[in-house]
């Protein structure tokens, strides 16, 4: 009863907060509730434990209606893709600096669970761009490609040759944000001030 008030009073006080459906509901000056999936509340704690990644604070997670929210830090900025253009040369230079340096932390983190393609903890991967549905975990690449592929064989003549090439070669996994947008990189006073949105992350 209390969650239902505070939302319904959040929206009509403060409003919604992003663009899609909404993403959610501003309950305070300093916090917000968004409807969630598991993964992106796993990213949120991991990133904050272990980088230095600018990322809204997790408060504590509820359920309503059958769905999960969890309620964050209210982080003020724009998406890169409006400040931009306020941006003289310098400063854009040092806002990608300051970017470069946060993916190479990325890059550097060891997952908590043991190696496979999956989400932080070790479960299902999220991708808004395979599909709505969660997908894997995967213990390598090889069942991870015939997912994407949809089980057919890369050498199929429904792929380009590209597709076999790319899904032949070896690298190395590293932790991802997954969707890294210009919409998902706040901007604040000339400086990164949240890396939002992490629900595809692992």
Same mark, same amino acid.
């Given at each position: 009863?209390?969650?239902?008030?505070?939302?319904?009073?959040?929206?009509?006080l403060?409003?919604?907060?992003g663009s899609?459906?909404?993403?959610?509901?501003?309950?305070?000056?300093?916090?917000?509730?968004k409807?969630?999936?598991?993964?992106?509340?796993?990213?949120?704690?991991?990133?904050?434990?272990?980088?230095?990644?600018?990322?809204?604070?997790?408060?504590?997670?509820?359920?309503?209606?059958?769905?999960?929210?969890?309620?964050?830090?209210?982080?003020?900025?724009?998406?890169?893709m409006t400040?931009?253009?306020?941006?003289n040369?310098?400063?854009?230079?040092s806002?990608?600096k300051e970017?470069?340096?946060?993916? $190479? #932390?990325? !890059?550097?983190?060891?997952?908590?669970?043991?190696?496979? +393609?999956s989400s932080? &903890?070790?479960?299902?991967? /999220?991708?808004?761009?395979?599909?709505?549905?969660?997908?894997g975990?995967?213990?390598?690449?090889?069942?991870?490609h015939?997912?994407?592929?949809?089980?057919?064989?890369?050498?199929?003549p429904s792929?380009?040759?590209?597709?076999?090439?790319?899904?032949? $070669? #070896?690298? !190395?996994?590293?932790?991802?944000?997954?969707d890294?947008? +210009?919409?998902?990189? &706040?901007?604040?006073?000339? /400086?990164?001030?949240a890396?939002?949105?992490?629900?595809?992350?692992?």
């Amino acid at each position: 009863m209390l969650l239902a008030l505070r939302l319904w009073l959040g929206k009509k006080l403060l409003g919604d907060v992003g663009s899609a459906s909404p993403a959610g509901i501003r309950v305070s000056p300093r916090r917000w509730i968004k409807w969630c999936q598991p993964p992106e509340i796993e990213a949120l704690e991991f990133v904050a434990t272990n980088t230095t990644i600018p990322v809204p604070k997790v408060y504590q997670t509820h359920t309503h209606k059958g769905h999960l929210l969890v309620e964050l830090e209210y982080v003020k900025g724009v998406p890169v893709m409006t400040a931009w253009w306020k941006l003289n040369e310098d400063q854009k230079r040092s806002l990608m600096k300051e970017l470069g340096g946060y993916i $190479r #932390q990325l !890059k550097s983190l060891k997952p908590p669970a043991d190696f496979r +393609i999956s989400s932080t &903890l070790g479960g299902p991967c /999220r991708d808004t761009r395979v599909g709505q549905a969660p997908f894997g975990p995967f213990d390598n690449t090889e069942p991870f490609h015939a997912c994407l592929r949809g089980q057919i064989p890369p050498d199929d003549p429904s792929f380009d040759e590209v597709v076999a090439k790319c899904h032949a $070669r #070896q690298y !190395k996994v590293r932790y991802t944000h997954g969707d890294l947008s +210009i919409l998902n990189i &706040l901007v604040h006073n000339r /400086r990164i001030s949240a890396i939002i949105d992490w629900e595809c992350a692992g």
